[in-house]
């Protein structure tokens, strides 16, 4: 994030020879893609290694710090952050505080609701070089984040309008030299919708209160989905399978996994069953049968979630009485941890840890199933 260094909503001056606490290294080649990095804990430091917004001088990367270098191939790159991701819930939280290596709130606020959604950041990993003379380089563009589940640079603004005409001629500039390279100039209004745009919405945190945090961001679980509708695709290949699925968290997963099956003719069914209401009335009963006639079919069970096994172990045991030639299961979840019934899984799309997880078709009290990602609920809403 550049800034003339004063004006409203400029970036505050970081003290000389310090960016935050970070200290520069020289890149390998100016054009090497920055490296995959978990997002920081910023938030989650202990107060006293909070610091204030560090004195910064930047003025668009020019003079000491481009001029270090011998070229193009050796602009000054920050390495990647490495420590483990913030759970610190991004509303309300305050953002006058801001630890290094963000230079200004918004940045920090950025990287906090990238957090939340579960997208994976690196903060200015890399520097491209605009301008040289007699073989250094004399003016480099440093954006502030790569977000590389989007293949993404992302410059935040909090400039006025008036101000932006020097990162406006730099973002030019770079586009004009580096045209492979994916960047956008956002404010804080732009980035919510960015994200929106990218299905990690809803806009707003805010809106779902009830959410702790994303565990499974839209691009993993699209990236998941296709992977698993591959694997079943080579698996089958020549067959002609019937896909049977779960109703109604398997929704989501069910359409997203039939349209990455390459195989032709599919057919997809649906079922439903009855789950434990605590009044110890019977078994699980079959609310809705199968349609199709699956004896000698090869048949895969569709699941969203498997918790303790029981739902599954009941329905296996339903379908093989109806004598398919083959019967696998693909779960999109894994509930490991809390296993009771030793039901087979063929394909599994995620092990997840002992939360009560919502969103991609799954519900708390038939909420949040329109949720793109899978997120965990507050435990305080659980019984
Ligand atoms: P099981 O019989 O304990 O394996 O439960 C399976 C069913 O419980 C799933 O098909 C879901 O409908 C529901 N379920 C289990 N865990 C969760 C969860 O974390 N979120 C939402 N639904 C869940």
Same mark, same amino acid.
């Given at each position: 994030?550049?800034?003339?260094?004063?004006?409203?909503?400029?970036?505050?001056?970081?003290?000389?020879?310090?960016?935050?606490?970070?200290?520069?290294?020289?890149?390998?080649?100016?054009?090497?893609?920055?490296?995959?990095?978990?997002?920081?804990?910023?938030?989650?430091?202990?107060?006293?290694?909070?610091?204030?917004?560090?004195?910064?001088?930047?003025?668009?990367?020019?003079?000491?710090?481009?001029?270090a270098d011998a070229g193009p191939s050796r602009v000054t790159a920050r390495p990647p952050l490495t420590t483990t991701r913030a759970r610190t819930?991004?509303?309300?939280?305050?953002?006058?505080?801001?630890?290094?290596?963000?230079?200004?709130?918004?940045?920090?606020?950025?990287?906090?609701? %990238?957090?939340?959604?579960?997208?994976?950041?690196?903060?200015?990993?890399?520097?491209?070089?605009?301008?040289?003379?007699?073989?250094?380089?004399?003016?480099?563009?440093?954006?502030?984040?790569?977000?590389?589940?989007?293949?993404m640079y992302v410059e935040i603004t909090t400039l006025k309008t008036g101000l932006t005409a020097e990162k406006n001629r730099k973002m030019r500039?770079?586009?004009?030299?580096?045209?492979?390279?994916?960047?956008?100039? %956002?404010?804080?209004?732009?980035?919510?919708?960015?994200?929106?745009?990218?299905?990690?919405?809803?806009?707003?945190? @805010?809106?779902?209160?009830?959410?702790?945090?994303?565990?499974?961001?839209?691009?993993?679980?699209?990236?998941?989905?296709?992977?698993?509708?591959?694997?079943?695709?080579?698996?089958?290949?020549?067959?002609?399978?019937?896909?049977?699925?779960?109703?109604?968290?398997?929704?989501?997963?069910?359409?997203?996994?039939?349209?990455?099956?390459?195989?032709?003719?599919?057919?997809?069914?649906?079922?439903?069953?009855?789950?434990? @209401?605590?009044?110890?009335?019977?078994?699980?009963?079959?609310?809705?049968?199968?349609?199709?006639?699956?004896?000698?079919?090869?048949?895969?069970?569709?699941?969203?979630?498997?918790?303790?096994?029981?739902?599954?172990?009941?329905?296996?045991?339903?379908?093989?009485?109806?004598?398919?030639?083959?019967?696998?299961?693909?779960? %999109?979840?894994?509930?490991?941890?809390?296993?009771?019934?030793?039901?087979?899984?063929?394909?599994?799309?995620?092990?997840?840890?002992?939360?009560?997880?919502?969103?991609?078709? %799954?519900?708390?009290?038939?909420?949040?199933?329109?949720?793109?990602?899978?997120?965990?609920?507050?435990?305080?809403?659980?019984?």
């Amino acid at each position: 994030m550049t800034s003339p260094g004063n004006g409203i909503g400029a970036k505050p001056k970081r003290r000389r020879g310090s960016r935050g606490g970070r200290r520069h290294k020289k890149a390998t080649a100016a054009n090497a893609e920055p490296q995959a990095a978990e997002p920081i804990a910023p938030a989650a430091k202990p107060q006293a290694e909070l610091e204030t917004k560090p004195k910064r001088r930047r003025g668009g990367q020019r003079g000491k710090k481009a001029t270090a270098d011998a070229g193009p191939s050796r602009v000054t790159a920050r390495p990647p952050l490495t420590t483990t991701r913030a759970r610190t819930p991004v509303t309300g939280a305050p953002t006058e505080d801001v630890p290094a290596p963000f230079a200004h709130p918004a940045e920090y606020e950025f990287a906090r609701i %990238l957090d939340f959604y579960g997208i994976t950041w690196q903060y200015e990993p890399r520097s491209f070089p605009l301008r040289w003379e007699q073989g250094h380089v004399t003016e480099a563009f440093t954006p502030d984040f790569y977000l590389p589940d989007l293949n993404m640079y992302v410059e935040i603004t909090t400039l006025k309008t008036g101000l932006t005409a020097e990162k406006n001629r730099k973002m030019r500039l770079l586009k004009q030299l580096h045209p492979e390279v994916n960047i956008k100039l %956002l404010k804080k209004r732009d980035y919510l919708r960015l994200l929106s745009k990218y299905g990690y919405g809803p806009l707003a945190p @805010e809106q779902v209160p009830e959410i702790d945090r994303v565990l499974i961001p839209v691009t993993k679980l699209q990236r998941r989905v296709g992977e698993l509708g591959a694997l079943i695709s080579h698996d089958y290949a020549g067959k002609e399978p019937v896909l049977i699925g779960i109703l109604r968290g398997v929704i989501c997963f069910m359409s997203d996994l039939m349209r990455s099956i390459s195989i032709p003719a599919a057919a997809v069914d649906f079922m439903s069953v009855s789950s434990y @209401e605590g009044n110890g009335s019977g078994a699980v009963r079959i609310l809705k049968d199968l349609d199709e006639n699956i004896k000698g079919r090869d048949v895969i069970l569709v699941e969203d979630i498997v918790d303790t096994g029981m739902t599954l172990n009941h329905i296996l045991e339903y379908l093989q009485s109806k004598r398919p030639a083959s019967l696998r299961v693909c779960t %999109l979840l894994d509930k490991q941890a809390r296993r009771i019934a030793n039901v087979p899984l063929d394909y599994i799309g995620f092990e997840i840890p002992d939360e009560f997880v919502v969103g991609y078709g %799954l519900d708390f009290r038939q909420r949040f199933r329109n949720l793109p990602f899978i997120a965990v609920l507050k435990h305080d809403l659980l019984p």
